[in-house]
């Protein structure tokens, strides 16, 4: 007589669940790391921008809170001093950083977040979340085309065009430090494997928590 086996009653396995991602990018000033982020964005609307605090002005069509929260530079120190930013950093003059707590509250609730940030940046921000930060450095197709950009840009002038070219060629010296580089000749393909960065990463196993105990329950 053929015996039948009775099925093991086990306890039900809590769903996996995923913790969110740091996708950085990095870049020279117009070599489309912004554009790219925007790209992302505009497709994916749970993507969520890390809004920046700067002590700039406004520049036409900008909006407090939605492009930056703009504040003094009273105030931006206090909030360096105070531990309330994960990153920060003063260029040309102007402070910048990242508000620390909306990301650790997105990345908890599994929410990705991606920031378009300096190297400096970049560093800060891996040391402070080293296990959420998959990170992208976005070059220009060569260092002539960057600069026929920033020429192509009307609210830079010639002094600013300088200056932001040597800041470019200090920014590409640490491309090195970046999990993933795109060569930005054609925006289309560029925005294309910036997202799939973001795909793999979703995918990476410390990201999804409760995942072990799942495949424990299939009893391998």
Request: glycine residues 6%; proline residues 5%.
């Amino acid at each position: 007589m053929t015996q039948t086996s009775t099925p093991t009653c086990t306890s039900p396995v809590a769903p996996v669940r995923r913790r969110g991602v740091c996708l950085v990018i990095s870049a020279p000033s117009g070599a489309g790391k912004s554009t790219i982020a925007n790209a992302l964005r505009a497709s994916e609307p749970q993507l969520l921008h890390s809004v920046s605090v700067t002590t700039r002005q406004p520049r036409p069509g900008e909006s407090d809170g939605i492009h930056y929260h703009f504040r003094s530079m009273e105030e931006f120190t206090r909030m360096a001093e105070a531990g309330e930013m994960l990153e920060w950093a003063t260029v040309f003059g102007r402070g910048y950083g990242t508000p620390r707590a909306p990301v650790e509250q997105a990345l908890a609730e599994g929410r990705d977040m991606v920031f378009d940030i300096d190297w400096q940046g970049h560093r800060q921000i891996r040391a402070a979340l080293p296990g959420d930060v998959i990170s992208l450095f976005v070059l220009p197709p060569s260092i002539a085309e960057l600069e026929r950009r920033l020429h192509g840009r009307a609210s830079d002038e010639a002094d600013e065009i300088a200056r932001r070219m040597q800041a470019a060629r200090d920014e590409i010296s640490h491309w090195n430090e970046f999990d993933h580089v795109i060569i930005n000749s054609d925006l289309d393909l560029a925005i294309a494997e910036a997202r799939a960065v973001l795909v793999a990463a979703r995918l990476e196993r410390h990201r999804q928590v409760g995942l072990a105990d799942l495949v424990a329950s299939f009893g391998v």
